[in-house]
C-alpha cells in the first residue's frame, strides 16, 4: 500500500469522529452557555428558575454528557485505536461513567424539574424511555465486554452512545420546523425531539449490522 493510500485511508477514518464532535457542537455549545449563566449569577427567568433551584443535577449532566460526545467521538476512528491499542480501554474507563452520570442525571431532571412550557407529558415519557434506554446499554455493554463478548458490547456501546447525542439531532429535526412554522407546539416539540433519538437509534442499528455482516464475511 503507498503512502498516498495510507494517508488517504487516514483522513477518511476520521470522517466519523469529525462528523460526530461537529454533531455534539450545538448541545456543547448551548451546555456551555448554561454553565455561565449560573456561574455568573445571570437573570432568573421562567426558563432556568429551576436550574437555579437545583443546579447540581443540570451541571453534573451538561459536564458528562460533554464529555462523552466528545471523548466518544475518538472510539469511532479505527485507525488511532489501532496505533493506540491502550486509547480505547483508558477512554472507556471515563466514557462509562461519564455516560451513566449523564442518563441518570437527564432522569433526574425529568422527574424531579419543573415542566418548562413547551413540554408535556409526552416528551418527559420520551425523555424517560430513551433516558433509561441509554444507561442500560451501558451496563449491558459493560457486562459485556467483563464476560469478552466484543462483538455485543460494541453494539450495546454503539446504542448508548446513539441516544446520547440525540440533542445534537434534534437540533438538525427542529431547526427546519422553526424555519418554516415557527415555534413547535406541545406536541410537535414531542414528536421532533423524539425523532431525533429514532434517528440516531436507527442509524446505531444500521451500523451494528453492517458490522455483523462484514464480521461473518471475514469468517
Request: charged share 15%; hydrophobic share 55%.
Amino acid at each position: 500500500m503507498t503512502d498516498v493510500t495510507l494517508t488517504s485511508s487516514a483522513r477518511t477514518g476520521w470522517l466519523v469522529p469529525a462528523g460526530l464532535i461537529a454533531l455534539c457542537a450545538v448541545p456543547v455549545i448551548a451546555g456551555a452557555v448554561r454553565l455561565g449563566e449560573l456561574t455568573a449569577g445571570a437573570e432568573i427567568t421562567a426558563q432556568n428558575a429551576r436550574f437555579f433551584a437545583a443546579p447540581v443535577p443540570v451541571v453534573l449532566h451538561i459536564l458528562t454528557v460533554s464529555v462523552y460526545g466528545l471523548l466518544g467521538a475518538f472510539q469511532f476512528a479505527p485507525g488511532f485505536r489501532r496505533r493506540r491499542p491502550g486509547w480505547h480501554r483508558a477512554a472507556g474507563r471515563i466514557l462509562v461513567p461519564c455516560g451513566l452520570l449523564a442518563a441518570l442525571s437527564g432522569l433526574w431532571m425529568t422527574l424531579f424539574y419543573p415542566l418548562p412550557d413547551g413540554d408535556g407529558a409526552l416528551l418527559s415519557g420520551f425523555r424517560l424511555v430513551f433516558g433509561s434506554a441509554m444507561a442500560l446499554s451501558i451496563v449491558l455493554g459493560l457486562a459485556a465486554i467483563r464476560r469478552r463478548d466484543v462483538t455485543r458490547h460494541r453494539a450495546w456501546m454503539i446504542r448508548g452512545y446513539a441516544i446520547g447525542l440525540g440533542a445534537g439531532t434534534q437540533v438538525l429535526t427542529n431547526l427546519p420546523w422553526f424555519l418554516i412554522f415557527g415555534e413547535p407546539g406541545e406536541t410537535s416539540r414531542a414528536l421532533l425531539m423524539g425523532a431525533g433519538w429514532a434517528i440516531n437509534l436507527a442509524m446505531a442499528e444500521w451500523i451494528i449490522r453492517g458490522n455483523g455482516a462484514r464480521a461473518r464475511a471475514g469468517s
